[in-house]
């Protein structure tokens, strides 16, 4: 089984934490991101240390510094995806382009993961009052 | 003069849709851009609606090709969180069933690259010797693709001596006109003058971008997921990463030349050993409790991430996949540049691309 090690950290670690792997030629595998019940984020930053998964996790904020000057476009598509998928904004990352979403599918940031499903279809649709 | 041109979404050199828009001046690639999304389902949002065994049926489907390498990752995922010990010879199947996908994937590029190359008599070849490795999946699992293999603690099917016979008799046929295949490839002059030099990614930018599997290591990254962080039963068996250090198209065709060589090694010795005893620890749905992991899997386009979080409750709460397409796309700007329009289309396949996997 490859070992998971999950290390909670504060917004403010996440851009030391990723100085410090980079430093030392630590691959990013992934950053991943889900909302809680209450709308808030979750985001992890996957490092790979050696056979293990350091997962870096930041709970409940919706706003995080970007990555993307130190882990380039390893960084930047994941983080682009993010904004575009859920609520959840990395400060520094250019969103100027759309990477994923059509700009005419959703407004301002997407919520694909938050929306009803219901209401998504409507949307898709145009039958959203 | 300079131009805009637009390749895609739908363009006949692309198997799937994507757009990549080309900065040129005259013939020459000056800069270039990606944008994906055109095959986006939802499944991850479809995931947080379903259960653990509806989940499994459905991220097979999230590719036609590696579709055994999504069942594969999401069993491990669940199986970690719950804590499961997989039979060691469900564990075998698996590898087994693994490895037959990463040939025919392997199969697959090369054919489409041999085509887009312009050596049709080859493509034509290769994708005879594939049809072998798909009939043998349809023998072992009843389909060609969405083989339906895994389940959660095992395997779904067990592997019969006739199989096992059959399987071994079918590599080694693959075995003998690979080695014909191996030697055209690399002495052919079409195949040389089209990939040689074409759509470089220097190490330094392969490590800067992220890239990974096969296409990193034509780019001289050793990295392979099932030896830098083995799992399942991979470290049972003896294989090696395959390296090359052109970080050119050509480096890429080596590559998974080279690789097909070590999947039959590793099925080889699968098939040799492969332990008695039941193949999964039962097929009713599981409960798991609440957790997260995330797992790697080395899938045949390269490294194939796995997040799930569960709350003990019947459904997922976060499926998130990212695929090595994902990892592989944003070099292709950096390949294109400096190379010739004519170029392009070969230049974007040969990262070996699955939009369908990136956008799910």
Redo the contacts between chains.
């Keep these: 089984m490859q070992e998971y090690r999950k290390i909670s950290i504060t917004k403010d670690e996440v851009v030391p934490v990723a100085e410090k792997m980079r430093a030392q030629g630590i691959p990013l595998a992934m950053i991943h991101a889900f909302l809680d019940e209450n709308g808030k984020g979750n985001v992890s930053y996957e490092y790979e240390v050696g056979p293990a998964i350091e997962s870096y996790t930041v709970e409940g904020e919706n706003v995080l510094p970007t990555i993307t000057h130190i882990y380039d476009l390893g960084a930047e598509w994941p983080e682009r995806e993010i904004m575009e998928l859920m609520d959840i904004r990395f400060e520094g990352c250019d969103t100027s382009k759309r990477l994923f979403m059509p700009d005419s599918m959703l407004d301002g940031q997407g919520q694909i993961l938050v929306t009803p499903m219901d209401k998504l279809i409507k949307k898709v649709k145009g039958e959203e009052e | 003069m300079s131009y805009i041109v637009p390749i895609g979404p739908y363009h006949p050199a692309l198997e799937e849709p994507v757009h990549a828009r080309l900065y040129t001046e005259g013939e020459e690639i000056k800069d270039a851009?990606v944008?994906?999304?055109y095959n986006?389902r939802?499944i991850?949002?479809l995931a947080?609606?379903k259960n653990f065994i509806q989940t499994l049926v459905m991220v097979e489907r999230v590719c036609g090709i590696c579709s055994h390498s999504h069942a594969f990752a999401y069993a491990m995922a669940l199986e970690?969180i719950a804590k499961m010990n997989v039979p060691k010879r469900g564990q075998y199947i698996r590898v087994i069933t693994a490895e037959l996908e990463r040939l025919h994937s392997h199969y697959l590029w090369l054919g489409i690259a041999l085509h887009i190359i312009g050596h049709d008599s080859l493509f034509m070849h290769t994708w005879d010797d594939r049809e072998a490795i798909m009939d043998i999946l349809e023998e072992i699992s009843g389909n060609r693709v969405n083989y339906g293999m895994v389940t959660i603690g095992g395997a779904r099917r067990d592997i019969s001596d006739e199989t096992r016979k059959n399987v071994l008799e079918m590599l080694d046929k693959i075995e003998e006109s690979m080695n014909r295949l191996t030697d055209i490839l690399l002495s052919d002059k079409t195949v040389a003058l089209r990939t040689q030099g074409v759509g470089v990614l220097t190490t330094e930018d392969a490590?800067?971008?992220?890239a990974v599997g096969p296409h990193a290591r034509a780019s001289n990254m050793a990295v392979d997921v099932r030896i830098?962080?083995?799992?399942s039963s991979y470290d049972d068996f003896e294989f090696k990463k395959v390296v090359y250090p052109t970080c050119d198209v050509f480096s890429r065709v080596v590559i998974r030349v080279l690789e097909n060589y070590e999947s039959i090694k590793i099925i080889r010795q699968a098939l040799d050993m492969l332990p008695k005893g039941p193949i999964n620890l039962g097929t009713r749905i599981p409960t798991i409790p609440a957790g997260?992991?995330?797992?790697?899997h080395e899938a045949p386009r390269g490294?194939l991430?796995y997040?799930v979080?569960t709350d003990g409750g019947e459904n997922n709460?976060?499926v998130?996949i990212?695929v090595p397409t994902?990892?592989n796309?944003?070099?292709v700007p950096t390949m294109l540049r400096g190379n010739s329009i004519a170029d392009a289309g070969l230049i974007i396949a040969s990262i070996d691309p699955c939009f369908s996997c990136m956008?799910r």
Excluded: L, N, W
């Excluded at chain 2, 490590?207 to 992220?210: D, F, T, Y």
């Excluded at chain 2, 830098?228 to 799992?231: E, F, I, M, T």
């Excluded at chain 2, 997260?292 to 790697?296: A, D, L, S, W």
């Design positions: 851009e944008f994906i999304g986006h939802g991850e949002k947080q609606q970690s490590k800067r971008i992220g830098d962080a083995p799992y997260e992991y995330m797992v790697r490294q991430c997040k979080v709460k976060r998130s990212h994902f990892k796309a944003p070099t956008d």
